[in-house]
């Protein structure tokens, strides 16, 4: 059994939750450089340049890239030979609080859905915890913004709408979608499970690297094929028109009942952040 | 091209600017989000004076990040707009007469910009950074209390935006993305 103190996490945090929201990603910084070579339409070229020259600026002063610096998505991956000493929710929220207040990040997060009052230092995070083999813990740190996250949807599909049904679902959600997330995008698609595992899939799809394709050929070559009609669509950068409206699609699936097919669609901006690492 | 436009921008300013064209804004706006727009439509609705004059004024919806030591103000860009759709018409014919944000606006906003004489400017999205460096003062004018959501007096120099809606309804969101797909055939 390996201890791990629970203030390791609180600093790894504050230090993740800053470097994600001023440094974007070099996956993300290459598909946004390809997609400016692709890029045919002037008018997107235009807005690609200086979504480019804005993480330059941001990674250069150690400012955030979008001031929606976001909900603070914590996926913690707890070996189940790791004994974690302290209280780890506790934890985690003093990693954001002291990352948000240092790091001058904004605070976007309110007590309640209704009442609506700000908490003043953007916890509680959103966290997620899995039990994996072994004795370490691999720790993401995701901001997500929610211009995004009010475009995302969830859909009980039926076994016999299929992969066709599946595909017209998630591009329904990007053309409804259109300019209101942020074009260029990344899909993050949660196929199967139920109801609530569909869409933590879809939330996990948008943390694995635009550079890794689905380890499934078929998964692999589905989601290519959406990228391509995606970027078909026409919606462009910023929905001012053309090509580049997204930037990758990623599924992840899980087995599910007989009776259903659920897909989850979570869209994130072309700021689609996240930072990981092992302790 | 890049148009220059020196605010207050009037009703008959307005109707001068036409959809797709960009723009670099200079003087004074104002910054306002969901729950400042909420407070001040409730004050439009009891007949009492807003915290700012509405008059041909221009609001940016945004909630910026802190100001690190040294700066003005911290990252901000655009907020999504439809979330002020149900404000905007009031706020209109209250005097209001630039909208900036991103992405869709409802047709009773639309009808608002066309019946009185106003313009909805696009800034881009997720691009905070770069857009914080074009404002050179910042102050809050009201609702401190909401942090970032607060109502704050930006003084801009060539904020670049993008015309998306005009006074006339012309929408780049439709219109662009048909140009393009004319490319493809």
């Known amino acids: 059994m390996r201890e791990i103190q629970a203030s390791v996490l609180t600093d790894a945090i504050r230090d993740l939750c800053i470097e994600a929201n001023c440094v974007l990603p070099k996956d993300m910084q290459a598909r946004i450089g390809q997609a400016r070579k692709d890029e045919p339409f002037p008018t997107a070229q235009g807005i690609l340049d200086k979504i480019i020259e804005n993480y330059g600026i941001a990674e250069a002063n150690t400012v955030p890239i979008c001031q929606d610096t976001g909900v603070c998505c914590v996926f913690l991956k707890i070996g189940q030979d790791v004994h974690i000493e302290g209280d780890l929710r506790a934890a985690v929220d003093e990693g954001v609080r002291r990352g948000y207040g240092e790091g001058y990040l904004r605070k976007s997060v309110v007590k309640d859905p209704l009442r609506r009052v700000n908490t003043g230092d953007n916890t509680p995070a959103m966290l997620y915890t899995e039990l994996v083999p072994g004795d370490r813990i691999e720790l993401t740190v995701a901001p997500k913004g929610f211009g995004s996250e009010n475009m995302s949807r969830l859909a009980m599909l039926k076994p016999s709408d299929g992969v066709e049904g599946v595909k017209s679902f998630i591009l329904k959600t990007v053309e409804e979608a259109g300019p209101n997330p942020c074009p260029p995008i990344v899909v993050g698609v949660g196929l199967g499970g139920t109801f609530d595992k569909a869409a933590y899939l879809a939330k996990k799809a948008l943390m694995r690297s635009t550079d890794v394709r689905n380890a499934d050929p078929y998964y692999a070559d589905l989601e290519a094929e959406l990228l391509e009609k995606i970027n078909a669509l026409g919606i462009g950068p910023q929905g001012f028109g053309g090509r580049t409206t997204a930037l990758a699609v990623n599924i992840e699936w899980m087995p599910t009942h007989i009776a259903g097919l659920p897909v989850a669609v979570n869209i994130n901006c072309h700021v689609t952040r996240h930072k990981t690492v092992v302790l | ?185």
């Open chain 2, 1 to 185: 091209m890049e148009k220059h436009i020196q605010l207050p921008i009037t009703r008959e300013t307005a109707r001068t600017i036409k959809s797709g064209e960009s723009c670099l804004l200079s003087g004074v706006i104002y910054t306002a989000r969901d729950a400042a727009h909420k407070r001040l439509c409730a004050l439009l609705e009891e007949g009492k004076p807003l915290p700012f004059d509405v008059k041909d004024a221009t609001i940016y919806y945004v909630g910026p990040t802190p100001a690190k030591p040294g700066q003005v103000i911290g990252s901000a860009g655009p907020t999504t707009s439809y979330r002020m759709d149900a404000y905007s018409p009031a706020m209109i014919a209250a005097g209001e007469t630039g909208m900036i944000g991103k992405g869709k606006r409802s047709p009773e906003v639309i009808a608002a910009m066309k019946e009185y004489g106003a313009v909805y400017f696009a800034a881009i999205g997720g691009a905070g950074a770069l857009l914080s460096s074009c404002i050179k003062e910042a102050e809050i004018v009201a609702y401190e209390d909401l942090g970032a959501e607060a109502v704050r007096r930006l003084r801009v120099e060539n904020l670049p935006v993008v015309c998306v809606i005009d006074s006339e309804g012309n929408n780049l969101y439709e219109t662009g993305r048909e140009a393009f797909l004319k490319t493809l055939q």
